[in-house]
């Protein structure tokens, strides 16, 4: 993993392209070293961060990082879910973006010769977009299932190569849950590492599926944040041994045997 | 060169407690944070006798230029404190504050023996907003009960004792008055307002898993510079000011209030680095209006 | 139909003391003030037995989501309010409470029974937030004192009596019960916190002509709605719940923290007829989260 | 005077231009009555008003129309000096703004075969614009004296006709104060009525210029204001019998001789 230089860095936005439901946003950051895949970053418009819907945003938001490019330009993929991904969401080249990252645990490389196998949700494919780059480049196999609510948001399907995709509405894909896809492929082959990010139900979902079959999870978790670097104790989730685990710093990608189930947020 | 009660500072600018976690921070941008450490002086997290898990999850609400937290105290319990955090905490190039909190006199005045026996700790913060056990008010809010319990506690160590005030009272300046008079060496203000967060579903049912929680933020500075005035004005003890400071002109609002240094909270979840800015900032600000900070 | 103490009312919004002139709205917006008057009660700003002039300017401060005033309470006196205002506010649509505030219950006591006896006013509200002249604090922040206060003002008339009670105090539970005790029908809250704001030329000073003032807005909802919750818990009478109150949904956190109904006041300056909006859209809201608005 | 709807509107912004050291906005208004001169309008962005320097904006702000055309389209000149003027002044075509207005009580005629003299100082140049419009078009002289701070602000002259130009720096028209070319004006010929509006100590020269002279004077003030309809009671100046008027509502237009002095915010 790697370390984040300390502070927050202005970074330009360098492009912006919608992507059926979602947004894709590009910056440059030549400053910043280069994130492992599962790692986030902590953003904010550097102009007019506030005065949005209930006067927010105030506070920073925690954003996976989909792709980097060698040269430093990150991509991140965005859902408009309320007022800082609204406001992150309408930002276009030239803007400015203050960046706090890579934080946290991103994802481990399988152990004992199990396949790797990427496990999505909605704009949870954004981690494993990067986790697919990863593998791929280093001669992994790393297939990957995706869910998404309809045909606008299963767009993002694109940003994974081959993806097999499952939409609740059946518009694209199969019709149900990728959690069916996800089950049908362990029950053909137990012998791999999930890799998963999704909504929280899909994620406890696949632990609890994964878990039935001893299959090693790992889990990228979401939580609200304040700081991202473990100051604030805020984004903790209760760990299956009793206590709580910060997920930016313990995490955010969790071994599923830790969790006793993923909480509702 | 500002100093707290002896304690030669860097600049007057420190961590609001619980805010900044100087060993989880060093996880997450390494060496960098101990070349250019953004406090002169660091404040621990609140440290109880006994371990505490903290309160269940979400613990955050967003308000507007602020927050709500319901964090619930999470430590590891004074023992392992000492054996394990004072120890790493000691690497840092800045002197160390160890805040405590009890909710007896007896449990305080423990806390505050065995933190203050520790070479490390150069100064120990009280926080006082605790629940009394019968009342539910905080131990801090009554200026005879805040006198009874440092009385017990202040001969227990001969360290410097701050102790940090509740705003949740209708004179925060007699309870400074109190805390002087008990002994102690300086008051830190303002904690959080007591608030509350409504669920996003409508439903009125509380958001945070703690129930209640604490306003900090923008939000809440007007008011902090209010009773850092009022309490300034009342006590010849060192103030340190917080409550919603974001630069360094609101640095020199709290200084010119009449605090001797000023503490940095919820900026530092937005801006790592912000307590290296603002003290920048505010050097700049006090050259440029010609006057030096205390 | 929601109800104050058997006044009916068209819907929960009222507007908050002080932050609503109907007469000088008025000459602002003509007769199409009154065919939409935005409150279903017109809550007066307060009367004080003598006429005021309020601070000198400058008056406000606006903060992160807020404001601090410092206006300090300018009006007519008490007879030129009864002789002028009271047959022109007569006109309005909806039913009249009259806010009042004295520094001693000899005064308050007058007030009550003046505004009491005139048929124009359905109930009264009484601002509690008044500096006791020898403890500088509030009124309203010391139980026993609000208790004997109440204890001879309240028989002065028979007309329903609100008490709005001081938001700055440790704890304004104990406040609402003790004014329920003393006989009063209703309570509201929260009034504004104390705060300060601070000269932009950065010398420190007050911008403020009245020194301090007190903060108001969207910053304040967050420990407005613990206050409230706090309140309705501890009292059975109905409670009038504000601060910071923007939408029909900010309205429905009131209403399900326990106020019978809410108040709009800063909001009503960025959005002049804010309070009907409030109430259509709490109706709605209401409709749609299938619960009545209480 | 015309009094405004009750409530605020959503305007569309329709033109921005820049005009040196200003900027013109215009908005369209089909619902608002149109603005008498002196009136003026309590303005905000609909969107993100807020975030801004030390989080704000939060309250609407107050201008005086500069213009405002039979077919509804208003125009604001506007300062930058905060984050709300920073705001409103980044607005673009198609915009949204929100508006309360027109508000307040404008300039009344001259009396008694009185000429009317317009005297502006900076911005207070925009009340001055739609009262010659007004004055024109019923056939009255309305020369206008202005007063900037230099070049770039003296542009803003281009909005009245045929002005005369004091600068403090010289480096257009006349080097001095607007007040030296009023009290010439008023040694010719002291039968006039002035009609002023700029920062406070040129409004008060020219009140105790006037006064000395016995000649009347119109003065728009400015304050800080929440409102601008008499709610709040936070705009008010000093009277010089004692007590307070708010410039809201009893003004923004005040006779001089209401005034012992113009308070310095
Ligand atoms: C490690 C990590 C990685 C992430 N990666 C991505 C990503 O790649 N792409 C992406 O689109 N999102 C990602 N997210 C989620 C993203 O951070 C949130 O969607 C974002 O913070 C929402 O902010 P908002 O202001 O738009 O919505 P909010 O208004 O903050 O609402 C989001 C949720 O927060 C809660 N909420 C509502 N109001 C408040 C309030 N006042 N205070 C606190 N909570 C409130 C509700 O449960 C609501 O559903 C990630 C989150 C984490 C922790
Ligand atoms: C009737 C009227 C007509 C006007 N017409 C025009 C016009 O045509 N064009 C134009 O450009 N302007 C006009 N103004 C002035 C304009 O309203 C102000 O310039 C504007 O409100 C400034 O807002 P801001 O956020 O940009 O600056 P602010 O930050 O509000 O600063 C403006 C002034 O307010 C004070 N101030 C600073 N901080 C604060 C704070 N936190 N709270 C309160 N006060 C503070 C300071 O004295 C500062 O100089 C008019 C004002 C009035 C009352
Ligand atoms: C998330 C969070 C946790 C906090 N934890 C503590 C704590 O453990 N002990 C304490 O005395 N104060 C604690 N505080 C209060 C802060 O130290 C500070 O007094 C308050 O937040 C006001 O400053 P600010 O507005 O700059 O944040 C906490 C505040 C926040 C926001
Ligand atoms: C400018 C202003 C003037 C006020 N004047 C009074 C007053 O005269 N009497 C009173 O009881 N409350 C007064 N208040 C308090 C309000 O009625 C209300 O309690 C408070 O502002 C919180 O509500 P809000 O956040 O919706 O404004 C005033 C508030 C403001 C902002
Ligand atoms: S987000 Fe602050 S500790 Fe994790
Ligand atoms: S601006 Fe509110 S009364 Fe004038």
């Known amino acids: ?265 | 060169m500002p100093d707290l009660l002896g304690i030669e500072l860097a600049h007057p600018v420190l961590n609001g407690s619980g805010t900044f976690d100087a060993i989880a921070a060093r996880r997450a941008f390494g060496d960098a944070l101990l070349e250019d450490f953004p406090f002169s002086a660091f404040v621990s997290k609140t440290i109880t006798l006994a371990p505490r898990p903290g309160n269940p999850p979400p613990r955050l609400w967003e308000t507007p230029a602020g927050m709500v937290n319901s964090i619930g105290l999470p430590n590891k319990g004074l023992e392992r404190y000492l054996a394990e955090d004072l120890p790493e905490l000691a690497r840092l190039p800045v002197p160390l504050i160890t805040n405590v909190m009890g909710s007896t006199a007896a449990e305080i005045g423990m806390l505050v023996e065995a933190v203050g026996a520790r070479d490390e700790v150069s100064a120990i913060e009280l926080n006082v907003s605790c629940p009394n056990v019968e009342t539910g008010l905080d131990i801090g809010a009554d200026p005879r009960e805040l006198a009874a319990v440092l009385a017990q506690v202040r001969p227990r160590s001969a360290k410097p004792l701050i102790v940090k005030l509740t705003p949740n009272t209708a004179d925060v300046a007699a309870c400074a008055r109190a805390a002087q008079e008990a002994g102690a060496d300086a008051v830190s203000l303002i904690n959080t307002l007591r608030a509350f967060a409504p669920h996003p579903d409508g439903s009125g049912r509380a958001w945070l898993g703690g129930g209640t929680g604490g306003l900090s933020g923008p939000a809440i500075r007007a008011v902090a510079l209010a009773q850092v005035r009022a309490v300034a004005a009342a006590v010849e003890i060192p103030v340190v000011g917080m409550g919603g400071i974001q630069t360094g002109a609101h640095a020199a609002q709290f200084l010119e209030a009449g605090a001797a240094l000023v503490a940095v909270g919820t900026e530092t979840f937005r801006d790592p680095a912000a307590g290296a800015r603002i003290a920048r900032e505010l050097a700049a600000f006090s050259a440029k209006s010609g006057e030096v900070a205390r």
Chains 1, 4 share one sequence.
Do not use: K
């Not at chain 1, 994974?160 to 694209?172: C, E, H, K, W, Y």
């Not at chain 1, 049908?184 to 609890?208: K, Q, S």
């Open chain 1, 1 to 265: 993993m790697s370390t984040a230089p300390f502070g927050r860095r202005a970074l330009r936005v360098t492009g912006r392209r919608e992507l059926g439901a979602y947004v894709v946003l590009q910056a440059a950051d030549p400053a910043g070293p280069s994130p492992a895949p599962g790692q986030f970053y902590m953003l904010a418009a550097a102009e007019r961060w506030g005065g949005g819907g209930d006067e927010r945003p105030f506070l920073p938001r925690a954003f996976s990082v989909l792709r980097a490019s060698s040269d430093g330009m990150l991509e991140f993929m965005l859902e408009d879910v309320g007022p800082g991904t609204e406001r992150l969401a309408a930002l276009a080249a030239g803007d400015g973006l203050w960046a706090t990252g890579p934080l946290g645990r991103g994802f481990r490389d399988p152990q004992d010769g199990r396949r790797a196998l990427l496990c999505g949700g909605g704009v949870g494919a954004a981690p494993l977009a990067i986790l697919q780059d990863d593998l791929l480049a280093r001669g992994l196999p790393a297939p990957a299932l995706l869910g998404f609510r309809d045909a606008a948001h299963a767009e993002g399907a694109a940003l994974l190569q081959n993806p097999r995709v499952a939409t609740d509405d059946g518009s694209i894909g199969r019709q149900g849950l990728v959690t069916d896809l996800l089950a049908a492929e362990l029950d053909a082959d137990a012998h791999a590492t999930v890799y998963a990010c999704g909504p929280p139900p899909m994620l406890e979902a696949v632990r609890a599926l994964c878990a039935a079959r001893d299959v090693p999870v790992q889990l990228a978790l979401e939580s609200g944040m304040a700081c991202g670097f473990g100051a604030c104790f805020g984004c903790v989730v209760p760990l299956a041994e009793g206590g709580y685990a910060r997920i930016c710093v313990d995490g955010p990608v969790l071994d599923g045997t830790l969790l006793a189930q993923v909480p509702a947020h």
